[in-house]
């Protein structure tokens, strides 16, 4: 059963600290997005790749995040320096562009909390 | 330009009765739309999708959905709602594959079921 995983689960730290959230997408899929859900905003997308190149990362504050993706298995989300604002959920999905749509599969999620 | 409107923030139904979730959207072609559940604490999950095929599109934990393109509605139904139903859903709809993959995700509906 393919699954996206994301690591860490949960994540607590003090203002000004670095954050690297970790999100390994499905096997195969050229898609990865990064999301933050928080109960004001809800779902944002912050980022995405399609085979590892960034396509659109204007949901994501640039002073202070950015997002990689090293290689197929690997996508990487870091906040430096974080603040309490960024904390929320975040999550990575992945997915494979299918002929007229996209369906997207979703990780657990990254509970970061800073304060 | 596409949007998602879900028409209720808040569902509540008795534990074996119908459950209603009241979606609709706009499109300038012919969309693909997703139902996706979230259990709390936990990350999203694909309920069911319409491609353009059948109109009437059943899902996993006895959901399904009407495509209605008269109406521009895409309602989510269970015949009989159960306790473990209590979620967040989210309705969704997907561009075109060569729009870049960014998902248009509705404002959510908090299903609860009393017993």
């Known amino acids: 059963d393919a699954r996206v995983t994301q690591t860490p689960r949960h994540k607590v730290t003090e203002m000004g600290q670095e954050v690297t959230m970790r999100c390994q997408p499905i096997l195969g899929h050229n898609t990865v997005f990064w999301y933050r859900q928080t109960m004001m905003q809800g779902l944002e997308l912050l980022a995405y790749?399609?085979?590892?190149?960034?396509?659109?990362d204007s949901g994501m504050p640039k002073d202070r995040f950015s997002a990689e993706m090293p290689d197929a298995t690997l996508a990487t989300l870091k906040i430096q320096p974080s603040e309490p604002r960024d904390s929320a959920v975040y999550f990575c999905?992945?997915?494979?562009?299918?002929?007229?749509?996209?369906?997207?599969?979703f990780g657990p999620g990254t509970r970061l909390t800073v304060t | 330009a596409q949007s998602v409107t879900q028409l209720d923030s808040h569902v509540s139904v008795s534990e074996g009765t119908p459950v209603l979730l009241r979606c609709n959207y706009s499109s300038s072609y012919s969309p693909s739309l997703f139902w996706y559940v979230q259990h709390p604490n936990k990350g999203l999950q694909l309920l069911l999708k319409?491609?353009?095929?059948?109109?009437l599109v059943k899902g996993i934990n006895g959901f399904e959905a009407e495509f209605k393109k008269s109406e521009t509605s895409f309602h989510l139904t269970k015949p009989s709602a159960h306790m473990s139903d209590a979620a967040e859903y989210f309705c969704?709809?997907?561009?075109?594959?060569?729009?870049?993959?960014?998902?248009?995700f509705g404002q959510g509906t908090e299903l609860s079921v009393k017993p």
């Open positions: 969704v709809v997907s561009p075109r594959y060569n729009q870049g993959g960014k998902l248009i």
């Open positions: 790749f399609r085979n590892r190149a960034p396509l659109d």
């Open positions: 999905a992945s997915g494979l562009p299918t002929p007229g749509y996209y369906e997207q599969y």
């Open positions: 319409y491609t353009s095929a059948a109109t």
